[in-house]
C-alpha cells in the first residue's frame, strides 16, 4: 500500500509565506514526477508545481517568482515554498505522484495526497 500525506497547511495573511509538505510512505520503489495541484472553492483543480527525478522543475504561470518546489528523493518527499501569497492562493493543495511500486513488476501508480488547506485572509 503506498500513501501521500501532506502537511504544512494554514491561515496566513496577504504576502506571509507557508511552507507545505508531502511524504510518501509505504511500498515505494521510486517515485517519478511529484507535483503540487490546488483546488478553489467552485474551480477546477489545477497544477500549481511539477518536480522531476532529476530535479527540473515548471510552475504555473500565476505562482512563478513567488512558489518554490523542492524534493528530497531519500525521504520521498517534496515541498512547496510559498511566498507573498495572496488571497487568490486560498485552495486545497494537493501533493501528486507518479510512484513505481515495490517490486516493480507491480507497476506503476498515481498517488494523491489527502489534501491541505491553505488560507491567505487578512
Known amino acids: 500500500q503506498v500513501q501521500l500525506v501532506e502537511s504544512g497547511g494554514g491561515l496566513v495573511q496577504p504576502g506571509g509565506s507557508l511552507r507545505l509538505s508531502c511524504a510518501g510512505s509505504g511500498s515505494i520503489f521510486k517515485i517519478n514526477d511529484m507535483g503540487w495541484y490546488r483546488q478553489a472553492p467552485g474551480k477546477q483543480r489545477e497544477l500549481v508545481a511539477v518536480i522531476t527525478i532529476r530535479g527540473s522543475t515548471n510552475y504555473a504561470d500565476s505562482v512563478k517568482g513567488r512558489f518554490t518546489i523542492t524534493r528530497d528523493n531519500a525521504k520521498n518527499t517534496i515541498y512547496l515554498q510559498m511566498n507573498s501569497l495572496k488571497p487568490e492562493d486560498t485552495a486545497v493543495y494537493y501533493c501528486?505522484?507518479?510512484?513505481?511500486?515495490?517490486?516493480?513488476?507491480?507497476?506503476?501508480?498515481?498517488?494523491w495526497g489527502q489534501g491541505t488547506l491553505v488560507t491567505v485572509s487578512s
Open positions: 501528486n505522484a507518479d510512484i513505481t511500486r515495490d517490486p516493480p513488476w507491480l507497476g506503476r501508480l498515481e498517488g
